[in-house]
């Protein structure tokens, strides 16, 4: 599957954001048009441990954290947090009916 927002390392180690707010508003105008947002990151760019990044190839874990409560907050009747196993299953039914 395709993802559909920027991946974290891109958005803020390469870009240097400094805000979610690209990711927010990407997020608003694919549901706007019907369509599913998959976001993907990487816990191995996260710093988990202080609140500035020790170096240029982390980013704060409250970018991610602000994010999912977004997600949470304004889209909790339509959006689905699978894990791996539930995304094959689902596949998996739906290649059987095409």
Known sequence: MPYTLPQ??????LMKEKTI???KNKLDWI????GMALVNSH????DFMTVK??????????FYHDFI????????DVF?????KQ???FLNHANKGA
């Open 80 to 84: 689905w947090n699978p894990i791996s």
């Open 31 to 34: 549901a706007k048009q019907g």
């Open 21 to 23: 707010d690209i990711w």
């Open 43 to 46: 816990p191995d760019y996260m």
């Open 87 to 89: 995304v094959a299953l």
């Open 8 to 13: 974290d390392f891109t958005l803020f180690v």
């Open 53 to 62: 990044p020790k170096d240029h190839e982390n980013y704060p874990v409250e």
């Open 69 to 76: 409560l977004y997600v949470k907050d304004n889209y909790k």
